[in-house]
């Protein structure tokens, strides 16, 4: 596909797939798309409109097909190559096409199947053209990018006859063009999995290793696909650090893992799984995953034998006393012992207070099944409401009197806080006295005494 023989739209569609912005200037996106061919980078599926790209396309497949009927094919003309690389971006919008939520596959097998019938017609006219014996000015002007191109067969040799292979050539006993596997796929978007590495210590190379290879698995991608989309996954120093061409993901986790982990890793790791202990809340099941995830990042392979001491050794100590006299070979006979060993013990205390907070859905129980299991919890209304009985209770018990300091302080503070009325029984409002006369019952300006005083000394002026 020579991108000097597609127009503006053209150019547009395969800078998107390429994770590149199209400038609307076609010398520029010309020259774009010829660098990032060049550089063989990586398509990515296009989100476009179904109804509208059917249409599209559609149209594009009726005018290759008159000009395609048109041309003589006596030799290789601009309009010869013109259409080849045009058939190379429509088998390219096809393949994006049927990328997308919602597109038929089965309405466009007879599209695809006449694409490829053009394909075969072309290979055959090309070689016949080539076999021909053209003056030398015109054999140098044929070049390698006279034949169509697909996005992951650029610059390759025999591109077009691995096109038509891919699709099964039309012919009875190849692929159905309408499966979706027969359509190369793109690239991974691994930047998608928000997982990246910088070099730090803050995230664990073997961590990291771990979480790319589930991801992986999940979304069905290759782990030897992933070799070329590590760039998108290192920053800093561990993209600076990863170099090497590698053939094989063992070879490249392999030289991750020296360069990244700390030395004595597998000694510690080792350290680490001989002195890790099942806690006295935590389940047999999620120990012995912990367990299995420290045995499969160690370098060391253990025999299961070994495994088996080593988990049952540091599981709880009920867990311990409860197996002390049962017999167990494997790991897996370990699980079925100590999974019936808790179940049974927690169908013993299930009333009991350490239970309680296990119960399967406690907030759809009704009220009255709540008590009937004691259910009811520490922040609950009803238990608001006995601690405030049990403190009216003990209020006229005064503070100092029990053995319990911190118990008489609440029962002080709940008089306070909830009982207001009967902790102020006792209090009485000051008892207003005059200034001038020391009197209770009235202020200074009310005293008689002051009025008396005023009228004798009216009485000494006159």
């Known amino acids: 596909m020579e991108p000097s023989h597609l127009n503006k739209a053209m150019l547009a569609f395969e800078l998107l797939r390429r994770e590149a912005t199209p400038t609307g200037d076609v010398a520029k996106d010309t020259l774009m798309l010829r660098m990032a061919m060049l550089k063989d980078t990586p398509v990515q599926a296009t989100m476009v409109d179904v109804t509208t790209e059917t249409k599209a396309c559609d149209e594009l497949l009726l005018s290759l097909e008159t000009?395609?009927?048109?041309?003589?094919?006596?030799?290789?003309?601009?309009?010869?190559?013109?259409?080849?690389?045009?058939?190379?971006?429509?088998?390219?919008?096809?393949?994006?096409?049927?990328?997308?939520?919602?597109?038929?596959?089965?309405?466009?097998?007879?599209?695809?199947?006449?694409?490829?019938?053009?394909?075969?017609?072309?290979e055959g006219k090309l070689?016949?053209?080539?076999?021909?014996?053209?003056?030398?000015?015109e054999i140098s002007n044929v070049s390698d990018s006279d034949f169509p191109e697909t996005d992951t067969e650029v610059k390759k040799p025999g591109r077009v006859e691995t096109l038509i292979k891919g699709y099964?050539?039309?012919?009875?006993?190849?692929?159905?063009?309408?499966?979706?596997?027969?359509?190369?796929?793109?690239?991974?978007?691994?930047?998608?999995?928000?997982?990246?590495?910088?070099?730090?210590?803050d995230f664990n190379a073997e961590q990291f290793v771990e979480r790319v290879e589930e991801l992986a698995g999940a979304d069905g991608v290759p782990l030897e696909k992933l070799l070329q989309q590590m760039v998108k996954l290192l920053e800093g120093k561990a993209l600076r650090s990863e170099s090497g061409n590698f053939e094989t993901w063992a070879d490249f986790k392999m030289a991750f893992r020296e360069t990244f982990l700390p030395p004595g890793y597998d000694d510690q790791l080792f350290d680490l799984i001989r002195s890790r202990r099942q806690a006295e809340d935590e389940t047999f099941e999620m120990y012995l995953a912990a367990m299995n995830t420290l045995f499969?990042?160690?370098?060391?392979?253990?025999?299961?034998?070994?495994?088996?001491?080593?988990?049952?050794?540091?599981?709880?100590?009920?867990?311990?006393?409860?197996?002390?006299?049962?017999?167990?070979?494997?790991?897996d006979e370990l699980r079925t012992l100590a999974k019936r060993a808790e179940r049974r013990e927690h169908e013993?205390?299930?009333?009991?207070?350490?239970?309680?907070?296990?119960?399967?859905e406690p907030e759809l129980l009704n009220q009255s099944s709540r008590k009937k299991v004691a259910m009811v919890s520490e922040n609950s209304p009803e238990k608001h409401q006995e601690s405030l009985e049990g403190a009216a209770g003990c209020a006229e018990v005064p503070p100092g009197s029990s053995a319990n300091p911190a118990k008489d302080k609440l029962i002080s503070f709940q008089e306070r806080r909830v009982m207001p009325r009967q902790a102020n029984e006792g209090y009485s409002r000051p008892v207003r006295v005059c200034w001038t006369c020391n009197k209770p019952g009235h202020m200074k300006q009310d005293c008689p005494l002051k009025r008396l005083s005023a009228a004798g000394n009216d009485n000494q002026g006159r």
């Open 348 to 360: 013993l205390h299930d009333v009991g207070e350490k239970y309680r907070e296990r119960l399967v």
């Open 168 to 201: 099964g050539g039309g012919k009875p006993g190849g692929r159905s063009p309408n499966s979706r596997t027969n359509i190369l796929k793109p690239e991974p978007k691994v930047w998608k999995w928000r997982v990246r590495f910088d070099g730090s210590r």
């Open 67 to 122: 000009k395609f009927a048109a041309c003589t094919f006596e030799k290789r003309t601009p309009t010869i190559r013109r259409i080849e690389s045009q058939i190379a971006h429509l088998l390219n919008r096809y393949n994006n096409l049927l990328e997308m939520d919602g597109a038929d596959a089965n309405a466009l097998h007879s599209k695809i199947l006449t694409v490829v019938n053009m394909i075969e017609t072309l």
């Open 127 to 137: 070689k016949l053209i080539s076999s021909l014996k053209l003056p030398e000015e």
């Open 296 to 331: 499969r990042r160690l370098d060391r392979k253990l025999s299961h034998q070994d495994r088996l001491r080593i988990v049952s050794r540091n599981m709880s100590k009920f867990l311990r006393r409860s197996l002390l006299m049962q017999e167990y070979r494997s790991v």
